[in-house]
Every structure is written in C-alpha cells, then in structure tokens.
C-alpha cells in the first residue's frame, strides 16, 4: 500500500519553521519490533565490517511516502574509507543517500526494488575532514519540491556536504522518498547509532490529504517538466 500525506497551509512554511513529529527514533540497545536485521551486530547500536553490500541493511517493515519528510543516521565511522548509505526502499520510486568515503562521494539517487544498487544521479566531493572514531550524520529531506541530502561530523552540523535536486527546475526523477526506511552498509567499519524518522507539518494547517499515487502529482513531471502546482 502507497500511503500519501501532505498539509498545506496558509503561510507556506518550510520544516524548520513547522511542526516534527517522529515516526520513530531508534538507537537499537536491542533489535526493535518490527525490523528486519540482514547482516549487522546489534550491540547497542548496529555493527558491521568488511565488506557489504544492498542485502547488508537494517530496514524498519512499515512503507511510508510523505510530501516532507526526513530520515536520518547518525554513524561511527571507525575506518575512513568505509562507504555507508540510509534509504527508502522496496517501492519504484525509493531513494538512497550514499556516503562513499573511499571514493570520496556523496551521492543520491532513485532506488528501485531490484535490490541493486543504482547509478547514482547526484553526486558531490566530500570535503570535511573524516576523522576516525567520530560520529557522522546522513540527513536525507524530502520537502515538496525538493530532495537534498547531507553529510556532516554531527558536533559540527553547520560545516557539511550537500546533494539536491529541486523538481521545480528539474524533471529528472532523482528519488521520491518511497518505501521502508533503512540503512545499508556497503565496506569498511561503523556503528550505527541513531535512525530517525520524522515528518513536518506547518505550524498554521487548515487541511491534511492523504490518498494514493494519484494524489502525489508524479505525471506532472514527465508531461510538465515540474512538481510546481500540484495543490
């Protein structure tokens, strides 16, 4: 089942001025009810080593689509060349935020349910220093529009690197933010911390939608070139 929600509002708030809410906030002392743990150690916190790959992932078995939302983890990285990814998956039109730190990429990209690991469509250097033994963030938002990941040291949130793709100028399809949330592990050695997921909604809603994929508005890009007016 697709499952659609949006508010709209009078003042056209953005989700730092709106209300959050957490659909969960997990930081796995123990395995949560109601995910499904395919290759890491759960040792207050979630660990893995080596090498990975799409199948090595934690993934929470609830399918959730919303018009602003955002996932986000917050990882030990214990080795600097490790390649880490948060994603929402098993619909047509996921999406994936990938950290490559070998490579030295933050990527994005439209994640379908082959379970293989796409050609990214987004792509920008990471260039804030990846030091051992810290935590990092990756912070996928979809809001409307637009669809921006982030990667940063989380005691330094203001210095990070970014991906966007804004569908009001662009009507290549670069994730919709469909699908169960989840982390993959791809090589190299962390701990996953925290996985958060939230939604916003603005502070002045007078109504709420919820529907199917005829109420997201999808067509509008391919006929319009772009999300704008689809309430």
Same mark, same amino acid.
């Given at each position: 089942?697709?499952?659609?929600?949006?508010?709209?509002?009078?003042?056209?708030?953005?989700? /730092?001025?709106?209300?959050?809410?957490?659909?969960?906030? *997990?930081?796995?002392?123990? !395995?949560?009810?109601?995910?499904?743990?395919?290759?890491?150690?759960?040792?207050?916190?979630?660990?893995?080593?080596?090498?990975?790959?799409?199948?090595?992932?934690?993934?929470?078995?609830?399918?959730?689509?919303?018009?602003? /939302?955002?996932?986000?983890?917050?990882?030990?990285?214990?080795?600097?060349?490790?390649?880490?990814?948060?994603?929402?998956?098993? *619909?047509?039109?996921?999406?994936? !935020?990938?950290?490559?730190?070998?490579?030295?990429?933050?990527?994005?990209?439209?994640?379908?349910?082959?379970?293989? *690991?796409?050609?990214? /469509?987004?792509? =920008?250097?990471?260039?804030?220093?990846? @030091?051992?033994?810290?935590?990092?963030?990756?912070?996928?938002?979809?809001?409307?529009?637009?669809?921006?990941?982030?990667?940063?040291?989380?005691?330094?949130?203001?210095?990070?690197?970014?991906?966007?793709?804004?569908?009001?100028?662009?009507?290549?399809?670069?994730?919709?933010?469909?699908?169960?949330?989840?982390?993959?592990?791809?090589?190299?050695?962390?701990? @996953?911390?925290?996985?958060?997921?939230?939604?916003?909604?603005? /502070?002045?809603?007078?109504?709420?939608?919820?529907?199917?994929?005829?109420? =997201?508005?999808?067509?509008?890009?391919?006929?319009?070139?772009?999300?704008?007016?689809?309430?």
């Amino acid at each position: 089942m697709r499952r659609f929600i949006s508010s709209l509002s009078s003042g056209g708030g953005t989700p /730092q001025a709106a209300n959050k809410t957490n659909l969960f906030n *997990e930081s796995f002392s123990s !395995l949560p009810n109601n995910w499904t743990n395919s290759g890491f150690t759960v040792n207050n916190g979630l660990e893995a080593s080596g090498t990975g790959g799409m199948s090595t992932n934690i993934t929470f078995n609830e399918i959730t689509y919303l018009d602003r /939302q955002e996932l986000k983890a917050e990882i030990v990285v214990n080795t600097v060349y490790s390649k880490f990814a948060i994603a929402k998956s098993g *619909e047509a039109r996921g999406s994936i !935020l990938t950290a490559n730190l070998n490579t030295g990429f933050l990527q994005m990209a439209t994640l379908d349910n082959s379970g293989n *690991e796409p050609t990214y /469509q987004e792509s =920008e250097a990471i260039t804030i220093s990846i @030091i051992s033994g810290q935590t990092y963030v990756l912070d996928y938002l979809f809001d409307g529009n637009l669809v921006r990941g982030r990667f940063y040291n989380k005691e330094t949130p203001n210095i990070y690197n970014e991906v966007s793709r804004d569908y009001s100028v662009n009507n290549n399809l670069c994730g919709f933010a469909k699908g169960k949330a989840q982390a993959i592990f791809f090589s190299g050695d962390i701990k @996953i911390t925290n996985i958060n997921h939230s939604v916003y909604s603005p /502070q002045s809603s007078h109504v709420s939608v919820i529907g199917d994929s005829y109420v =997201e508005g999808f067509v509008l890009l391919p006929y319009t070139g772009a999300l704008n007016n689809r309430y």
